[in-house]
Nanobody
Framework: QVQLVESGGGLVQAGGSLRLSCAASGRTISNYAMGWLRQAPGKEREFVAGISWSSGTTYYAGSVKGRFTISRDAAKNTVYLQMSSMKPEDTAVYYC????????????WGQGTQVTVSS
């Protein structure tokens, strides 16, 4: 099992930027896809972005494409989500997860980090 710990959440104004980090430990993650998903109050958890740990191939939800960037640092076993041009509708708890492919399914989650975008 891979352990995942997210950090970097907080409060940001609309139009601003924030970077989330996800530190992975435990089993080797080279065979996994890493992803970010989010869950807003009263809504289902939704996919945001995914990255292949081995190839670096990325995949984004339409709602964040062009605004968010997922990346990884192999030396630090860390995945990042750089969020820019943020909108109030980006407000959610953001989760890091491992999965079979960059588009999912994702089945191993971190504890989540709250992101709030004020208008």
């Amino acid at each position: 099992q891979v352990q995942l710990v997210e950090s970097g959440g907080g409060l940001v104004q609309a139009g601003g930027s924030l970077r989330l980090s996800c530190a992975a430990s435990g089993r080797t993650i080279s065979n996994y896809a890493m992803g970010w998903l989010r869950q807003a109050p009263g809504k289902e958890r939704e996919f945001v972005a995914g990255i292949s740990w081995s190839s670096g191939t990325t995949y984004y939800a339409g709602s964040v494409k062009g605004r968010f960037t997922i990346s990884r640092d192999a030396a630090k076993n860390t995945v990042y989500l750089q969020m820019s041009s943020m909108k109030p509708e980006d407000t959610a708890v953001y989760y890091c997860a491992t999965g079979a492919t960059i588009a999912g399914p994702y089945d191993n989650w971190g504890q989540g980090t709250q992101v709030t975008v004020s208008s």
